[in-house]
C-alpha cells in the first residue's frame, strides 16, 4: 500500500530547504518527494500546512534496564520517544550492570524489540564494567549490534587504556564517544564556577576542565587515528580545541545537549534540583557561543541527553542530588525556542538532531529522500502550551521545563511508515 503526505510543510535537513511539497511512502521507505504533480496513493494525509521532517535521532538516551527499572523501562521510554517525535534512540550503557558483554546487548535488543514502538540502538562499554581498567571485546560487541562505544561519565583516566582502547577501535573501524572533563577537577562539583556558584555556596568546576578532557583526548585521536564523537561540548573554551581538530583532518565530531542550549546557571535559582545537569549549566555566554556553534556546524549533533532520575534521588540537597533530567518528549519544543528566537532554522536543527547523528552512525534515516526509511513526524512549531510533569510518558518526571510556558508540539510519529504516535 502507498500513503501520501500532501499539503505538508517539507523540512529537509540534507538540502537546508523549508518549503511546501509531498511525500510518497511505499513498502515502509519514501519514494518519492516533490512540490508540484501531486501523485496519487492508496492513502492520503493532509497535514494541513504543518510540518513534516525526518524523525529524531536521538544520540544518548538512557534507559534504566538493567537495574533501575523503576526509573525508565524500554516501554516507557518508546512511548516518550514516540510522543516526541524520535523514531531512533541511541541508547547508553549506563546500567546496572554496564552494557559490557554481546549477551547484555541481545537482552537490550529483545527487550527493545518487544516494548519499545521506535527504533532502538545500542551503544556499549568501552571498558569492562565502565571501570576504566580493561577494554571491552569491541569486535563481539559490534557483531552483536552496538554503534559505537562509550564509558559515558566514567572518564578513562590512564591514557595508556584509553589509547589501547582507542588503536583497536580504529582498527575494526568502531566509533568512541568520550565525555570530555578533567575528573579530578569536576568531581564532586554541582555547578559551573563563577560569581552565581559562589554566592550559592555550590561546589564548582572550571569550564577549563572540559577544555583539559578534550585536549587530552583529541591528542590520542592524532596518536590512534580513531573514529571520535564528544558527547557534550558545553562551554566556549572548548571550541578553539574543537575547531582546530577538525582543520586538522581528525575523524571527529560533537554534540551538545538541548539543555545547555535553553538554559544556563541562573536557572538553578534556589537549588532546584531538577536543573542539575552533567556537566553542570553554563554561563549565558556560553550557552549563546554554542548556539552559534551549532549554526556554523562546529557542533554537528543535538540531543536530549536523557537521564531518569526518580523523585527520592532529586528530592535532596543540592550538593547531593543526582544529576540529569528527562528529554526525549520535550527535545522538539525546547529546541522550538531556539527556532522561535530567530537562532537556527527548522532545517539547521533538524540536520543536528536528525540527519548528522545517523550519518555518524552509519545509519540510513534522517533524510526526506528517496529510498530513506520512512521514520517521521509531523509537527505544528507554533501551538503554545505549558508544560505539565505529570503528564510525561516517561516513568520519571525529572524535567527542568515543568510549568513552563512552551511552543511546538508532536502531531504524529511514524516508524517505517507506520503510526506510532497520533496526537488526540
Known sequence: MTTLFTNARLIDPETGSDALGWVLIE????????????PNAAYTIDCNGKCLAPGIVDIGVKVCEPGERHKESYKTAGLAAAAGGVTTMVTRPDTLPALDTPEALEFVERRANQAAPVNVVPMAALTKGREGREMTEIGFLMDAGAAAFTDCDHVVTDPKVLSRAMTYARAMGALVISHPQEPTLSKGAAATSGKFAALRGLPA??????????????????MTGVKYHADQI????????????????????????????TLNELDVADYRTFFKIKPPLRSEDDRMAIIDAVKSGLIDIISSMHTPQDEESKRLPFEEAASGAVALETLLPAAMSLYHNGYLTLPDLWRAMS??????????????????????????????????RTK???????????GRQMQGKVLATYVAGKAVYQRD
Not at 27 to 38: F, L, P, R
Not at 205 to 218: F, K, N, Q, T
Not at 392 to 402: M, Y
Open 355 to 388: 540527519l548528522n547523528p545517523a550519518k555518524r552512525l552509519g545509519l540510513s534515516g534522517g533524510r526526506l529522500a528517496a529510498g530513506a526509511p520512512a521514520d517521521l513526524v509531523v509537527f505544528d512549531p507554533d501551538v503554545p502550551f505549558v508544560l505539565d
Open 27 to 38: 513498502n515502509g521507505a519514501i519514494s518519492a518527494t516533490g512540490t508540484s504533480d501531486v
Open 234 to 261: 558545553t562551554c566556549a573554551r572548548a571550541l578553539p580545541s574543537l575547531e582546530r581538530a577538525k582543520a586538522n583532518g581528525f575523524d571527529v565530531t560533537a554534540g551538545t545537549s538541548i539543555h545547555h542550549l
Open 392 to 402: 510525561l510518558n516517561s516513568k520519571s518526571k525529572n524535567t527542568p521545563f515543568d
Open 205 to 222: 568546576v572550571s569550564p577549563m576542565a572540559e577544555r583539559m578532557g578534550l585536549d587530552r583526548d583529541i591528542a590520542l585521536v592524532e
